[in-house]
């Protein structure tokens, strides 16, 4: 368990040289585990390497957790050996399902908010606890659609889910800000709606405004845009309210800027996290 609040960096090829010249500024970064399934003994003592020169959390992506679905051992187990290999600080999957009936979306979906899917986490949680020896942090995913079936809305869904499964959550920001902006709720309201308790990491990113049906615009989480001020709003907010320390990252998967921009989302991030903690201070 991180001790204290800290800011970092996703770990992409295209960011290492400038992340590992300014480890003064960065205070963890996250690692895509499935980058490294299948990877060799080399690649593995690297990234190993890299843990003890900074804190390191790996995230998963592909695991397809939140389903009535079983979780595929095979993956479940290669993704045991990676852990165990690099001995993270914590390792994270997404609430959302990307297989079924022998089909592979492709892609992270939001699953139907009902109780078929929370008894289907809850199921494939344990299998991922006694093949990696520990339970993932689950976040919450952004979506254009509202998932059909669903039975609760989303701040209810991640309530239910860390309930269910007595895990950690890690809180994407920009996934909530996202929903809720495409489907009129308030976020901030969501927010005060969460386990905040449960929330041990957190995802900054930036996304997009794309046409939709009708003429409508959606906002598209592609982790290809600065992270907008609305989700620092958030960041804040979250700070003023959660009590236990937060590890956050800041995303980006592409259209990279200089690292020295990256880096001032990060400082942007923690007087963020000072403005909400001061709060609660005064």
Not at 40 to 58: F, K, N, S, W
């Amino acid at each position: 368990m991180l001790g204290h609040d800290r800011v970092g960096l996703g770990w992409r090829p295209e960011l290492a040289a400038g992340i590992l010249a300014d480890l003064d500024r960065v205070d963890l970064v996250e690692v895509i585990a499935d980058d490294y399934v299948g990877a060799g003994r080399g690649a593995l003592r690297a990234l190993r390497t890299l843990a003890i020169q900074v804190p390191l959390v790996l995230h998963g992506i592909s695991l397809g957790l939140a389903s009535a679905a079983p979780v595929d051992g095979r993956r479940l187990d290669a993704l045991a050996r990676v852990v165990g290999a690099v001995e993270p600080q914590g390792w994270s999957e997404h609430l959302a399902f990307v297989r079924g009936g022998g089909l592979d979306l492709g892609h992270l979906a939001a699953p139907p908010r009902r109780q078929a899917t929370l008894e289907g986490l809850v199921a494939n949680l344990a299998r991922a606890r006694a093949s990696v020896g520990s339970v993932p942090a689950l976040e919450n995913v952004a979506t254009l659609i509202d998932p059909p079936g669903s039975d609760r809305d989303e701040p209810a869904w991640l309530a239910d889910a860390v309930a269910a499964t007595g895990g950690e959550l890690l809180l994407d920001l920009h996934n909530l800000h996202a929903n809720a902006v495409n489907f009129g709720f308030d976020a901030h309201a969501a927010l005060a709606r969460l386990p905040l308790a449960c929330v041990r990491f957190v995802h900054l990113a930036g996304g997009a405004w794309i046409g939709a049906a009708g003429g409508e615009r959606r906002v598209l989480d592609d982790h290809r845009h600065d992270v907008p001020a609305p989700v620092f709003d958030l960041l804040a907010e979250l700070a003023a309210r959660a009590p236990n320390p937060l590890a956050v990252i800041v995303e980006r998967d592409g259209d990279y800027p200089p690292i020295e921009h990256l880096l001032a989302e990060l400082d942007r991030a923690r007087v963020a996290l000072a403005g909400g903690r001061a709060r609660v201070a005064a």
